[in-house]
């Protein structure tokens, strides 16, 4: 049987331990010449670090970086050159008073929505200003308890948030000025798909006010999925269409075919071009085309994600770009952070079983439904370069007052 110590004397022990492996590593490494910003990232995404590093870089050019990512940052992570990568360190005193002490940076920055106790309350006792960025309030800050958060926010110099929730529900517990809302996470925005115009507009005007939706490379052990939604969520939309892009765009003909000797009313983009007034699932068997599909549905099943599957699975961030509400499943494979980010903003819908499709169907395709989501998963894909520009700017001005009066 393990006995376990009671929590009041657990807390003081824990304050006592030495300090951590990783600790003593990053300790180890002597940081580059020069005024200092630690980035503690626990987003896991790396690339928001990388963005406004660069970017206050930028600014201040003698500023040296460090980094410690909670998990295993990307290899492509794009961070300035000299910059330290190495894990972070034990969230305990002795452990951060270790590195505080070898590295003595001018600034630290919190990057997502964990707060390393024992970090920002050595580094406050040291006036070493904290700038927490890219957090959403209700989104894992709100699990500790109120008078802890309290605490720990009250140390904070700044705090930039992603959306207006959060700020309200923030400025009931510390003072409003300290706040600014960011809008949107902390990611250089893509590019959008492109399309020719003249084949959006005779594509829209071949589909006229008929109800869309676009499954997006389906492989074949999704089909039935898709079919069964297509055909109960018919039930509920008059003459509803499905864009249905297979996995292979050499599979359209076969996937055509099998569609007709099941019933269906089928036509097909390298055949017939355009659907046709009776066409019940119209095959999109071009892969380069997605910017068309994502501008004609308001809603995208992201193919692939039901069954884990996917011969070559599209992004989510593609469909929100154009403002198509996205739909997936429970196998998120190398997209994951983007549904993740999409997920947070309630930018998306899952579902977890093929049972779950035809319903969550049913209730997308009403306008409202499937505008709202759409929307919020615009704001994802469209405000990060605000965000970054926002969040370097006041981090940059914040270390810009700190080395001139450090100066004087």
Sequence with gaps: ?????????????????????????????????????????????????????RRVIARLPDLQIALTPTSDPPDDAGLPPDALCLPAPEDRPASVKLVLDAWRPEMILLLGNVLPAALITEAARRDIPIALADAQFDTGVAALSGDKITALLGRLSRIYLRDGDSRRALERRIPAERIEVSEGALV?????????????????????????????????????????????AMRHAHRLLLLLAPDRDQDGPALAQQLSDEGWSVTRRSLEGEPQATTE????????????????????????????LGHAPRA?????????????????????????????????????????????????????????LAHNAWLVSSGGAGAVETVAGGIAALLEARLTKGSR
């Design 188 to 232: 250089e925005p893509a590019e959008p798909l492109t399309c020719s115009e003249v084949e959006r507009a005779s594509m829209a005007d071949a589909i006229g006010a008929r109800p869309v939706w676009l499954a997006t490379s389906v492989p074949g052990e999704e089909l039935r999925a898709v079919l069964n939604a297509h055909s109960y």
């Design 1 to 53: 049987m393990r006995h376990t110590l009671p929590s009041w004397i657990e807390r003081p022990l824990a304050a006592m331990r030495p300090p951590g492996p990783r600790a003593r590593n990053a300790a180890a490494h002597s940081p580059p010449d020069g005024p200092l910003l630690w980035i503690w990232d626990s987003t896991g995404a790396g690339s928001g670090a990388a963005l406004v590093a």
């Design 316 to 372: 989510p961030l593609e469909a929100a770009a154009l403002g198509s509400a996205v739909l997936h499943g429970p196998h998120l494979g190398r997209h994951r952070a983007q549904y993740l980010r999409l997920e947070v903003a309630h930018a998306c819908r899952g579902i977890r079983t093929e049972d779950d499709f035809p319903d969550a169907m049913a209730d997308l395709i009403a306008p409202d439904r499937a505008a709202h």
């Design 281 to 308: 699932i119209f095959v999109a068997d071009d892969a380069q085309e997605y910017g068309l599909w994502y501008r004609l549905a308001p809603l995208s099943y992201m193919g692939g994600t039901l069954s884990g």
